[in-house]
C-alpha cells in the first residue's frame, strides 16, 4: 500500500500596508460613527495601500518573501502558486503569474482562483489536492485583496467594512497525518442578487455609463448577506465537526473569516467554543477578503502546536461558504 500523502502547512506569511483608515477618519467621508460601526460590525480601523501603480501582487510579494525565508527555500523551489483574489492586478494575466514574476519563482506554475472571501478556503482544498496527486511538492496558496480599489468611500454600508491585507501558506506533503484533513466547500448562485459588483464583467462590460452610475463598487444587501453567512458557516462547520467525530472540545482554535464579529460570534457559539478559542483581528483590519483567514493563522503563529485541531471557516459573495479541518504540522 502507497503511504497516505496529506498536505500539511509549513510556513505561513502575512502583509498588512501601513496606512490605517480609522472610524474617526470614516466619520469625516461619510454619515457614521464609531460606536455605530463598533457595535455593528466589531471594526475599529482598517489598513489601505496608497502608492501609485501598486496592487494586488504588490500585497502578495512580500507574504511568499516571508514564506520562503521561514522554510529555508529559494522561490525557484515552489511548483505551483495559487492567488485567491477579486481585486486581481488586471483582469488577465493572472495575478499569481504577477507575483511569480516578482519575487523570481521561475519554475512555477498559477493562477488565480475567486470565491470571494471563501477564496482562501477554496485554494486550500485545491492546493492540498495538488499536493496528494504527488504530482507537486511545494505549493503557495495566498489570499490577497485591495479592496479599496473597488470600493465606493461615498457608500456607508460598505466602505466601513473593507481592508487591503495578503496572507499565504506553504503547503508540503506529509506522511504522519498532518495537514489538511477535511473540508466542506458550498456554493450557491442564486446568492449572487445580494453581493456583487454590476459591471466590468462580460454581461456589462465597462463604458462611460457604467463609470458614471458607480457600478464598479461592491454592491452588498447587507441583512441578507449577514443571515446567510450566520446560518451557512455555523451550518457548514458543525457538519464538519460531526463528520470527523469531533467536539469543540477537541479543536484548538476556530479560524473565522472577519467579517463581522456577529457572524464569528454565532459560528463559535455553534460548534461550543469559548471566545478565547477564536481567532479575532476584524478591529484591527476589516474584512480583507480572501486574506482574513491567512491573516490569523499569521498572526497567531507563535500561538499554534503541532497536533492542534483548527477548523478554518468562511463565507463569502456569490454565495460560497465552507469549513476546512486542519491538524497543525509544526
Not at 254 to 279: C, F, Y
Request: hydrophobic share 40%.
Amino acid at each position: 500500500m502507497p503511504t497516505k500523502i496529506t498536505a500539511a502547512i509549513t510556513a505561513i506569511g502575512g502583509y498588512v500596508p501601513e496606512t490605517k483608515l480609522t472610524n474617526a477618519d470614516l466619520e469625516t467621508m461619510v454619515d457614521t460613527n464609531d460606536e455605530w460601526i463598533r457595535t455593528r460590525t466589531g471594526i475599529e480601523e482598517r489598513r489601505i495601500l496608497r502608492g501609485e501603480g501598486l496592487g494586488t501582487s504588490d500585497l502578495a510579494v512580500p507574504v511568499v518573501k516571508q514564506i520562503c525565508e521561514k522554510r529555508g527555500i529559494s522561490p525557484e523551489e515552489i511548483d505551483c502558486i495559487i492567488c485567491c483574489t477579486v481585486t486581481p492586478d488586471m483582469v488577465f494575466p493572472a495575478t499569481a503569474n504577477v507575483i511569480a514574476d516578482k519575487v523570481g519563482a521561475k519554475n512555477c506554475w498559477g493562477f488565480d482562483l475567486q470565491a470571494a472571501c471563501s477564496g482562501f478556503l477554496y485554494g486550500v482544498t485545491t492546493g492540498a489536492a495538488l499536493i496528494e496527486s504527488r504530482r507537486y511538492k511545494k505549493v503557495i496558496v495566498v489570499g490577497a485583496d485591495k479592496m479599496s480599489s473597488i470600493i465606493d468611500y461615498s457608500d456607508r454600508q460598505t466602505c466601513i467594512i473593507f481592508g487591503d491585507g495578503a496572507g499565504g501558506i506553504l503547503l508540503e506533503p506529509n506522511t504522519d497525518g498532518f495537514g489538511i484533513l477535511d473540508s466542506i466547500l458550498k456554493s450557491d448562485g442564486s446568492g449572487r442578487q445580494y453581493l456583487h459588483m454590476k459591471a466590468g464583467g462580460s454581461v456589462r462590460p465597462a463604458s462611460a455609463e457604467t463609470v458614471a452610475n458607480k457600478e464598479h463598487f461592491v454592491y452588498q444587501e447587507g441583512q441578507s448577506v449577514f443571515k446567510f453567512a450566520v446560518k451557512g458557516m455555523a451550518d457548514v462547520s458543525a457538519e464538519l465537526l460531526e463528520r470527523n467525530g469531533m467536539t469543540g472540545d477537541d479543536i484548538a482554535w476556530l479560524v473565522p473569516h472577519q467579517a463581522n464579529k456577529r457572524i464569528i460570534d454565532a459560528t463559535a457559539s455553534r460548534i461550543g467554543l469559548p471566545s478565547e478559542k477564536v481567532m479575532l483581528n476584524i478591529q484591527k483590519y476589516g474584512n480583507t477578503t480572501a486574506a482574513t483567514i491567512p491573516l490569523c493563522l499569521w498572526e497567531w503563529r507563535t500561538q499554534l502546536n503541532k497536533g492542534d485541531n483548527i477548523v478554518l471557516a468562511a463565507f463569502g459573495g456569490g454565495f460560497t461558504w465552507g469549513a476546512t479541518l486542519v491538524k497543525w504540522a509544526y
